[in-house]
């Protein structure tokens, strides 16, 4: 059984960094392309950033470029998200994602799910 444990989420003020985690068991993990996604309350699941299989790949949301890096570790079957100068519009629960599709952007590209992390950006 796949399964995906993010951790890594909390409470930061603005200008702040996190470095969220992604665990992931029951499946070969450098076979698979991984994402990140968030959802704010009242809104829908939103693509935050994706990476390829073995790292050559990473593709990013305009509104987190320069700010946000995906990157993963096969040895340890983890995805990591590293966040900088976060910004109060970043608070969402923040979701990792596993599918075949290297650079999927949209949630259905994705076949498993982690339970999600929350993220809290204080102004």
């Known amino acids: 059984q796949v399964q995906l444990v993010e951790s890594g989420g909390g409470l930061v003020q603005a200008g702040g960094s996190l470095r969220l985690s992604c665990a992931a068991s029951?499946?070969?993990?450098?076979?698979?392309?991984m994402g990140w996604f968030r959802q704010a309350p009242g809104k829908e699941r939103e693509f935050v950033a994706a990476?390829?299989?073995?790292?050559?790949?990473?593709t990013y949301a305009d509104s987190v470029k320069g700010r946000f890096t995906i990157s993963r570790d096969n040895a340890k079957n983890t995805v990591y998200l590293q966040m900088n100068s976060l910004k109060p519009e970043d608070t969402a629960v923040y979701y990792c994602?596993?599918?075949?599709?290297?650079?999927?952007?949209?949630?259905?590209?994705?076949?498993?799910w982690g339970q999600g992390t929350q993220v809290t950006v204080s102004s």
């Open positions: 990476i390829s299989w073995n790292s050559n790949s990473t």
């Open positions: 029951g499946r070969t993990f450098s076979d698979y392309a």
């Open positions: 994602a596993s599918g075949i599709v290297n650079g999927g952007v949209r949630p259905w590209e994705y076949d498993y």
